[in-house]
């Protein structure tokens, strides 16, 4: 049973019939893309993100060591893959609203199960299952909210779905020191009143239904194999996590360390990245809307290539800041770009829509992952040169662009 059917069996309503396509109101539109903004808050802005700032406060504790927490850390990004590689089949055996709702309640368990400093094998458990719930939503999140919106909506409703990755990231920098000064027990805590509260606001505001697929059997049959715009569309979005991980890992030590500015500093431009991460994905998705996902794709490679590159060229604090507020925005602003994409290069299909969706959040975790260690290494081995990785990230999302003008190119001639 694919998950598209276990939602429709689980979610209809009585006087709907399963496999509806009627348009949902705008105002259920807006309810359902609230839920998505709480959802990709809880599994992906807050389980992820908040970690970043309580790692001073878990090394200053002694609840951990300096290089366990990094190992911690890591769990949430393995814990994400595996969420991606799953959330298919847990949607097809609990549905997939069940699956969100399901994840939002075990991303605030996990919360409070971390407020305990049981042992090391308990806490990475839990950051795993973190993890784990932010690659589920992600995955599931946007597919059960999008097939009731209408076309012309569906930039700017999958860019309020994933703005709740933006409020996570400025959450970390502004909520957690706030919950620190009470204690770092006390910082979890509220970490999981506040998702707790998040869960309960949207339960009964997904959608009731997911609609049904009506694609022949056939024209599954056609479309088995992926074209190559699809297969070339996963890897650029696995190259653009790549571009990310600069940012997303080293732009506070950068600036901290690396130009002896101090934590404080750091810290400020970090806020900066998160503030850009809560407006990016409204912007792109207005933009996919207004220009055609194909176009806006392209023009956020290219825009995003110099944002990432500008700290090579300068890291006078107008660069800093402009690279830090455009990086930031593309986090999580390049999700409703890649997610409208597909909707075009497969207008027919919800299921292949949903399953081409998960192959690409599964990328993505892949670069992701990889890029994090290698990085990691590089900085290690290159005596901490940080402008190395710059360099790097930039790098891949120029091979993105070219991978997309190449693609271009090549359909235009054929």
Same mark, same amino acid.
């Given at each position: ?40 808050? +809880? ?25 366990? +927490? ?90 309020? @779905? ?86 997303? +890992? ?84 390049? +999700? ?41 290494? @590089? ?36």
């Amino acid at each position: 049973m694919t998950e598209l059917n276990a939602d429709t069996k689980h979610h209809a309503r009585p006087h709907q019939r399963p496999g509806s396509n009627s348009q949902s109101t705008p105002q259920q539109t807006w309810r359902y893309a609230v839920a998505g903004l709480s959802a990709s808050l +809880v599994g992906l802005g807050l389980a992820r993100f908040s970690y970043t700032p309580l790692i001073p406060a878990l090394i200053a504790a002694k609840w951990f060591s300096a290089s366990d +927490v990094v190992y911690l850390g890591a769990a949430n990004l393995a814990g994400y893959l595996g969420g991606a590689l799953a959330a298919r089949a847990v949607a097809g055996r609990i549905g997939a609203v069940g699956a969100l709702r399901a994840m939002m309640l075990l991303a605030t368990l996990s919360f409070f199960a971390s407020s305990v400093p049981v042992s090391f094998t308990w806490f990475f458990a839990w950051r795993f299952l973190s993890g784990l719930t932010g690659g589920i939503i992600m995955v599931l999140a946007a597919s059960v909210v999008l097939p009731h919106t209408s076309p012309a909506r569906r930039g700017i409703v999958g860019g309020v @779905i994933f703005a709740g990755v933006g409020l996570g990231v400025a959450a970390s920098g502004t909520l957690v020191p706030l919950l620190l000064q009470q204690g770092l027990q006390q910082s979890w805590y509220g970490l999981g009143v506040l998702s707790a509260l998040l869960t309960l606001a949207s339960w009964w505001n997904w959608p009731a239904e997911a609609k049904a697929d009506a694609t022949p059997v056939q024209h599954h049959a056609k479309h088995r194999h992926a074209s190559p715009a699809i297969r070339a569309l996963l890897i650029q979005y696995g190259l653009n996590a790549v571009a990310l991980v600069p940012h997303t +890992v080293f732009i506070v030590d950068f600036v901290a360390r690396g130009l002896g500015q101090g934590i404080a500093a750091g810290s400020r431009y970090w806020v900066l990245y998160g503030l850009g991460a809560i407006v990016g994905p409204l912007v792109t998705g207005h933009l996919g809307d207004r220009s055609g996902f194909g176009p806006a794709l392209r023009a956020a490679f290219l825009i995003e290539a110099a944002a990432v590159l500008l700290p090579t060229v300068s890291t006078a604090p107008v660069s800093l800041i402009v690279s830090s507020i455009v990086v930031g925005g593309f986090t999580p602003g390049i +999700v409703p770009l890649v997610l409208g994409r597909i909707h075009e290069l497969l207008p027919h299909s919800s299921e292949q829509q949903r399953a081409t969706w998960s192959h690409a959040t599964t990328s993505f975790a892949l670069f992701q992952a990889a890029a994090a260690y290698g990085f990691s290494w @590089i900085y290690a081995n290159t005596g901490g040169d940080y402008l190395v990785l710059f360099a790097l990230g930039g790098g891949a999302v120029v091979v993105a662009l070219a991978i997309d003008l190449g693609l271009a190119l090549t359909t235009r001639k054929a």
